[in-house]
């Protein structure tokens, strides 16, 4: 058996766990590939995700659109614009990915792996995309939507249209002037990738102490998930119960 008929065996617990018989079982092994595997693989026989993330970015945008269309008729273009934005940022499609457990399937280089790869926000987020990309070529767009729109309907549902989806980086700041009297700030803490496809990870910070970290493609879109992530934190009750940091106010509306 060569590695290739290798790899597939092993993917085809994948498979059963998300009801996905792939016609060609190359694409789903490429999907999990990142470049780091080749670097220490060069004999390899089969590609890297990059690709098919590619792909997978815009059939992702394409279906969340689609579904925000119909699902909120009376929404108006810039919300339903903000609300995709939420619904396909990095840390959302790494939190889908890790439903399914993708990451105990991606192959990465040794490094990659040592150094907290198969958890890594970015990492996750694109072998996802590279995922549904791969659905899309292997079984077209129906199939690419019964499996990414399962992710999408819960999500939407928990939030409140009028209020939740508007734009993080506001409410946040609404509800620490109000509250705390204080103005967040943003730092950019880290950047990786090269120039036409950079990664920034950013932190929020309330009164010097920081309250979240987005990851996102620009560095507008990484502040909004710090922001998000940070709204998500304060008014968890689970966590601040524990904590006993419990905000004193609502978030605003």
């Known amino acids: 058996m060569d590695d290739l008929e290798a790899r597939l065996e092993v993917l085809s617990t994948l498979q059963q766990s998300l009801g996905l018989v792939f016609r060609d079982l190359s694409l789903l092994l490429q999907a999990l590939t990142h470049s780091s595997y080749l670097n220490e693989n060069p004999t390899c026989s089969w590609g890297d995700n990059e690709r098919l993330e590619f792909l997978g970015d815009a059939v992702g945008d394409f279906l969340a659109a689609e579904f925000l269309y119909e699902r909120f008729p009376h929404w108006q273009e810039g919300q339903l614009t903000s609300v995709r934005a939420e619904l396909v940022r990095t840390d959302t499609l790494a939190r889908f990915a890790r439903q399914i457990g993708l990451g105990q399937y991606l192959l990465m280089g040794r490094g990659e792996e040592q150094s907290g790869g198969r958890d890594r926000i970015a990492m996750l987020s694109d072998a996802f995309e590279a995922l549904l990309g791969a659905i899309y070529l292997d079984q077209g ?113």
């Open 141 to 253: 767009m129906e199939a690419a939507r019964r499996f990414f729109l399962p992710f999408l309907q819960p999500l939407v549902e928990t939030f409140s249209v009028a209020t939740q989806w508007r734009d993080a980086k506001s409410r946040l700041q609404e509800w620490s002037q109000a509250v705390l009297h204080e103005t967040p700030s943003y730092r950019t803490v880290q950047e990786t990738g090269p120039d036409h496809a950079k990664e920034f990870t950013v932190e929020v910070l309330i009164g010097g102490q920081v309250r979240g970290r987005g990851v996102g493609r620009s560095k507008h879109a990484a502040e909004q998930a710090a922001a998000q992530a940070a709204l998500e934190a304060l008014f968890t009750p689970a966590e601040h119960t524990a904590q006993g940091d419990r905000p004193t106010s609502q978030p605003p509306k």
